[in-house]
């Protein structure tokens, strides 16, 4: 008996329980890796799936070397037990017509590769302002940019995949060299994009770029001044114009902001994370420009800003009904969330009515919180 009629005969396939084992820990890497430099934790759930399957590690890894066998010297990506586990309950789901679940198992190998190219690569540290200046500022043809986060790219990554495989991999007897074929694509397609993500990581680093830009103590003292020497209309323009400098020019990211308007509007951390490079797109200029002028009408001294009257203000100013003035700031906020929708896959993001308007809170607040917290 070989060992793939060995396992086929011994395991213990319960595809309810082994998908709730995976898919718990799935959920909490996927919406981790919404953050920049998460780190993955598998260990629990590799000891938890190999008992629920009464397979051990030794027979899996028999099982890589079998499948090894078929284009020998691939490295050892097909010889780890648990890479071969998981390919191999691909297999399952699909041949028993469990298409979401055998799509989860591509996406949560996708997460394990991923995570052991962070070790390899930032064994020691990894630091999320200059993670995040890498994803943004990328080549654009990258999957990391178009997909605006790593988590969003996984998921892209594992609809491409299945699409490939779910035909081809559904067999009467598992094809080793299809098999062979599923492992590598999925280590290499993350692999690649992973790899040259780090290398331009590691350049940005070394250059200082994505450090939070500090301002010094004359500019502090120019931000501050400006609202005492400056009146009306004139200083609305002049504050929207330093202001868009500092985010589009400089590309700063406020992560003080970014945490507070989190917390103000208890968005889903996925939305937020996913949302922040739309905001900071060059496209979106116009519309913050726009959008600050309305609030700056509010504001009608240095302590309505910097004081603590600023929260009630911004939190009044989202409150107004008035939609059909179309230059109100609620208006402008709600509209400017609206199109950035577009951008983003609401089915995989499960964007429901209640996420739009913790979205459009979430907006508010960090655009009005990031021009406070330039100029107080």
């Known amino acids: 008996m070989d060992i793939l009629e060995t396992i086929n005969n011994k395991i213990n396939f319960n595809p309810q329980r082994?998908?709730?084992?995976?898919?718990?820990?799935?959920?909490?890497?996927?919406?981790?890796?919404?953050?920049?430099?998460?780190?993955?934790?598998?260990?629990?759930?590799?000891?938890?799936?190999?008992?629920?399957?009464?397979?051990?590690?030794?027979?899996?890894?028999?099982?890589?070397?079998?499948?090894?066998?078929?284009?020998?010297?691939?490295?050892?990506?097909?010889?780890?037990?648990?890479?071969v586990a998981i390919s191999y309950l691909y297999y399952r789901f699909i041949k028993s017509g469990k298409e979401k679940m055998a799509k989860d198992m591509?996406?949560?190998?996708?997460?394990?590769?991923?995570?052991?190219?962070?070790?390899?690569?930032?064994?020691?540290?990894?630091?999320?302002?200059?993670?995040?200046?890498?994803?943004?500022n990328v080549a654009k043809m990258h999957l990391f940019y178009k997909n605006g986060t790593v988590s969003n790219a996984i998921i892209y990554l594992t609809n491409e995949i299945h699409k490939k495989f779910k035909t081809r991999i559904k067999t009467p007897e598992l094809d080793m060299?299809?098999?062979?074929?599923?492992?590598?694509?999925?280590?290499?397609?993350?692999?690649?994009?992973?790899?040259?993500?780090f290398q331009a990581y590691y350049r940005n680093r070394e250059d200082g770029k994505g450090i939070s830009i500090e301002s010094s103590p004359d500019d502090d003292d120019e931000n501050k001044n400006m609202f005492q020497t400056t009146t009306g209309s004139d200083l609305r323009v002049a504050a929207t114009e330093k202001f868009i400098k500092n985010m589009f020019v400089y590309k700063s990211h406020d992560l003080k902001a970014i945490a507070e308007a989190k917390r103000i509007s208890r968005v889903?951390?996925?939305?937020?994370?996913?949302?922040?490079?739309?905001?900071?797109d060059k496209k979106s200029e116009e519309n913050i420009k726009i959008i600050l002028m309305s609030f700056l009408k509010e504001i009608l001294d240095t302590n309505s800003l910097c004081g603590d009257q600023f929260y009630k203000i911004v939190k009044g100013l989202m409150m107004k009904r008035n939609f059909k003035d179309t230059f109100q700031f609620i208006s402008l906020v709600r509209g400017f969330t609206n199109s950035m929708y577009e951008s983003l896959n609401s089915t995989t993001l499960n964007i429901r009515e209640s996420d739009k308007i913790s979205l459009s809170i979430f907006v508010a607040f960090y655009i009005t919180i990031s021009f406070r917290n330039l100029f107080c």
């Open 268 to 280: 889903k951390n996925n939305l937020a994370e996913t949302i922040i490079p739309i905001i900071h």
């Open 106 to 136: 591509i996406m949560y190998l996708l997460v394990k590769f991923y995570g052991s190219k962070l070790q390899k690569h930032l064994p020691k540290s990894c630091h999320d302002e200059t993670f995040r200046y890498t994803i943004e």
């Open 18 to 83: 082994i998908y709730q084992i995976i898919v718990r820990q799935l959920g909490r890497d996927i919406n981790g890796l919404t953050e920049p430099c998460y780190r993955i934790h598998t260990k629990t759930t590799e000891v938890s799936i190999y008992r629920e399957l009464r397979i051990m590690p030794r027979e899996w890894s028999l099982l890589g070397k079998e499948v090894n066998k078929v284009k020998p010297g691939a490295g050892d990506t097909v010889k780890v037990p648990f890479t």
């Open 177 to 197: 060299l299809i098999f062979y074929d599923f492992m590598i694509e999925c280590n290499n397609r993350i692999g690649q994009s992973s790899r040259s993500f």
